[in-house]
């Protein structure tokens, strides 16, 4: 089997150390091959079939973005003959490895550099949309503004790792069911989390006490307690660094019984949400009454 093998040299821009293209699966390489670089896919249009060397393909529709590592061997195909097209933004192994050091842990871990296949996540409509805007905006930059494309596609490449890829940093067992990750990584979105349990369960599409189950073994937590740490943590932060009285902080995250949440916050942090709040005060911050 012929391999094919890309350098950077041949790819990437020196003038913004990255690559930016549309490809559609018509013209675009259609043997297998590996690079020496890092790469982004997201399918634009159609439904994109991501083959690899042993033999096994993975089929990706239309919102999906996939990060593909140096040294995966792979060729994207038309899953169903019709034309996909698919953004391919590419990066050198050093803009991408600085930008993991400048991150820090978690956002640079084996599972995402490691993983058998190259890490693929669906984004919803909204995420969609605003994904190809921010490509739009560089679309639309004078071709000759090599600093500012350099900026942008950078910008775009962090928020892809720490928007949409930190699922892969949360589940503790390689084979979490990828519904079981995606879900976890959706119900850290604050519309989601506030609406509890039930939305939970409409996101999953499983039954509850099968979401219940297999929750409780990947993540050592119920689908109820880790709403609740979410929940906490946001209201922690709120009481840290916003203004928002104590009420109005429990509200806005859906606890409203009041004396629950109270309950709730002291078993986490220990002491009551108003203290908490004090206790986070510096000497020359104004704290608003509750």
Request: glycine content about 4%; some cysteine; proline content about 4%.
């Amino acid at each position: 089997m012929q391999i094919r093998h890309f350098t950077a040299a041949q790819v990437i821009d020196p003038d913004i150390a990255a690559y930016y293209r549309v490809h559609s699966t018509f013209n675009n390489v259609n043997t297998l091959h590996s690079h020496e670089y890092f790469e982004l896919h997201f399918v634009i249009k159609g439904t994109l079939k991501h083959a690899f060397a042993d033999g096994n393909s993975h089929e990706h529709s239309t919102g999906t973005l996939l990060f593909i590592r140096p040294e995966d061997v792979h060729v994207c195909l038309s899953a169903d003959g019709a034309e996909c097209q698919y953004m391919n933004l590419a990066f050198s192994r050093d803009t991408v490895h600085e930008l993991f050091h400048f991150i820090g842990h978690p956002f640079c871990s084996a599972r995402l550099l490691g993983s058998y296949y190259p890490p693929a996540i669906r984004l919803t409509e909204s995420e969609t949309h605003q994904f190809l805007q921010r490509f739009e905006r560089i679309a639309i930059l004078p071709i000759h503004e090599k600093t500012m494309i350099k900026a942008q596609l950078r910008s775009l490449l962090a928020e892809a790792i720490i928007r949409y890829f930190t699922a892969f940093e949360h589940a503790d067992e390689s084979d979490t069911p990828q519904w079981l990750v995606q879900l976890h990584d959706e119900m850290q979105k604050k519309e989601n989390f506030i609406q509890g349990p039930k939305r939970m369960a409409e996101l999953a599409g499983v039954s509850h006490h099968h979401l219940c189950r297999e929750f409780k073994r990947y993540y050592q937590i119920t689908p109820t307690d880790f709403l609740n740490r979410l929940r906490l943590n946001y209201a922690a932060n709120m009481l840290a660094y916003s203004f928002s009285s104590v009420t109005d902080i429990a509200l806005d995250l859906n606890f409203n019984n009041l004396s629950h949440f109270h309950h709730l916050f002291k078993k986490r942090y220990g002491i009551t949400p108003l203290k908490f709040r004090t206790s986070m005060s510096g000497p020359n911050s104004e704290t608003p009454p509750d």
